[in-house]
């Protein structure tokens, strides 16, 4: 609900600061007084238009603060969770103002966007008057304002069932698409690919054989220089004598003595033993190496042809030589897609169709429970018209079936609740049929039949009683006291009928002083409250039989 609007230097208000409270809140005083001042501001608060003409005279700026308590489930917690608001026990929203003309918001104490505030003041608040009304007069709310009503009066389990068929619909949907697309452009591509896939595969490029190619190719470059240095280190080698055969010699002539010389040869014999295996070793790997040594120009050739070829490859398919394998398989793989991309398409398609064929199920268990919630709810409607001098008016709930485009995880329907006031003219829009005085009481019924099922913080109602008195009065005053029974209801009216209802009333009224003129706000004790009841009974001069009918209407039934 809300619990405190603080106004400050709007228009004739310097300073002004209002608690309210639960259930009806009733606010009354003279025409002029700034009634509507209240309610601009608290306008401002919600996000409304802000121009530099309500500052205050002699003011550089104004302000304007809504506090509301809400419970953690309200939806505008999660709204504010989305966008990294700090949450609190209370959600205060504030307007600034400037001479210029600029403005600024602020939730909780931080900067947001007017959109933003504008956004959370629509899932807080709303206002029905003569000449501005919000929420329900905004088709796109009636569906949610049925389905709440729905789900009060029968359960939820048709909307789960739907937004879950809806879900799983979309799912099969996008797996079909895909599949047809991915198939769609291997088709347009297939010649393209068998062509690149069997010179690929006709190349059978490896994974680092560039490196080993371009390795090859340079010790090839000086095949003769190395064949010839290897020739010669042989020759020296084995020329003059055998020098393993040498060593070994060596080896064993000392061995004889080693014992006799007490260790002084043991290290020469190891060094002979270690020297007898190397050589041989190294005589060895010169030979394997000079055996298996291609000097043949042939074998260059064919290197750097092959690498000719991998590097143009790669080229064509704007890649490096090593990625040519990767490239290979992914070109086999699309065309795989091709050959099996058809059976795949079938099958997808299938499980679409069966998706939609159970969202359809769904979508149309939905929308007749939504008619039979629209009866339910016309019914209920026309019964509150009659008291509130509607008796000529009808309501309906038109639920119609939405183009497939705009379908979504809440069916096939859109929803929209139409009137007419006068009997052989047909229902059409609440705003375009209805004048002031009337919309503002068939939202009140249509609230007063809503309620429970709606989640806003605060109601208003802006004259409401505006053309009426006597018993519709009462019936409006009825009404209003029903209502606020669900919600905090905010009234402002000149109907005496209306006030009594209040579970508080303020007075709005002007002051003088210094030649300075303001609105203020009093919360009203019970002998005042009877003597505004008794002013709005009889006008300026209130007589003694006007404060005996302000007490009857204060004592009399409120239920």
């Not at 919630?373 to 016309?378: G, I, K, N, V, W």
């Not at 809440?410 to 002031?436: C, H, Q, R, Y």
């Amino acid at each position: 609900m809300l619990t405190q609007l603080s106004i400050r230097d709007v228009v004739i208000v310097d300073k002004l600061d209002v608690d309210f409270a639960a259930g009806l809140c009733v606010l009354t005083g003279e025409t002029g007084a700034g009634k509507s001042i209240v309610l601009d501001s608290l306008g401002l608060a919600l996000g409304g238009r802000a121009e530099a003409g309500l500052i205050r005279g002699g003011a550089d700026k104004l302000s304007v603060s809504a506090s509301f308590a809400l419970p953690r489930k309200h939806p505008a917690f999660a709204l504010l969770a989305e966008q990294d608001i700090a949450l609190e026990d209370e959600v205060v929203l504030r307007r600034v103002v400037g001479a210029d003309g600029r403005s600024r918001a602020f939730i909780n104490d931080q900067p947001v966007s007017i959109g933003l505030l504008k956004n959370i003041g629509a899932l807080l608040v709303e206002v029905h008057g003569q000449f501005e009304t919000h929420g329900l007069l905004d088709p796109a709310t009636h569906i949610t304002a049925l389905d709440a009503y729905r789900r009060v009066k029968s359960g939820t389990v048709t909307d789960a069932a739907c937004a879950a068929a809806w879900t799983a619909w979309r799912e099969a949907a996008n797996a079909l698409k895909a599949a047809q697309d991915t198939l769609s452009s291997a088709l347009a591509e297939e010649d393209l690919l068998r062509h690149q896939v069997s010179d690929l595969s006709m190349l059978a490029p490896r994974l680092g054989e560039e490196r080993e190619l371009s390795s090859a190719r340079a010790v090839l470059r000086h095949g003769e220089q190395i064949m010839k240095a290897m020739t010669e280190a042989r020759a020296v080698i084995s020329e003059n004598t055998d020098v393993e055969a040498a060593l070994r010699g060596a080896l064993t002539r000392i061995s004889r003595v080693a014992q006799q010389a007490e260790g002084r040869l043991d290290t020469l014999c190891q060094s002979l033993d270690r020297a007898a295996i190397e050589a041989g070793e190294a005589l060895r790997e010169l030979d394997r190496v000079w055996a298996g040594f291609d000097a043949d120009p042939a074998a260059l050739e064919r290197a750097e042809e092959r690498l000719f070829a991998l590097k143009a490859a790669a080229r064509k398919h704007n890649s490096s030589v090593d990625e040519l394998a990767g490239i290979l398989e992914t070109l086999k793989t699309r065309l795989a897609a091709i050959d099996g991309g058809s059976d795949a398409v079938k099958r997808l398609a299938g499980a679409e169709k069966s998706a939609r064929m159970t969202y359809d199920k769904a979508a149309q268990a939905l929308s007749l429970a939504r008619q039979d919630a629209a009866r339910t709810l016309d019914k209920a409607v026309a019964k509150e018209l009659p008291p509130l001098k509607l008796d000529k008016a009808t309501f309906r709930t038109v639920v119609a079936a939405k183009a497939e485009a705009a379908w979504n995880d809440s069916g096939m329907d859109k929803v929209s609740f139409e009137i007419s006031t006068n009997p052989g003219l047909p229902p059409g829009p609440l705003d375009k049929i209805a004048s002031g005085g009337e919309l503002a009481r068939f939202m009140l019924a249509l609230k007063v039949v809503l309620a429970g099922s709606q989640d806003r913080a605060a109601l208003i109602f802006d004259e409401v009683d505006a053309g009426i008195s006597g018993a519709t009065a009462n019936a409006v005053g009825e009404r209003l006291a029903r209502l606020a029974k669900n919600v905090q209801v905010i009234v402002v009216t000149h109907a005496p009928q209306v006030a009594a209802r209040g579970d508080n009333h303020w007075r709005v009224s002007k002051t003088t002083r210094a030649g300075q003129t303001s609105t203020k706000v009093e919360l009203l004790t019970a002998t005042a409250r009877r003597e505004e009841i008794a002013r709005m009974l009889a006008g300026e001069k209130i007589t003694d039989e006007a404060r005996a009918a302000a007490e009857s209407l204060l004592s009399g039934p409120l239920s």
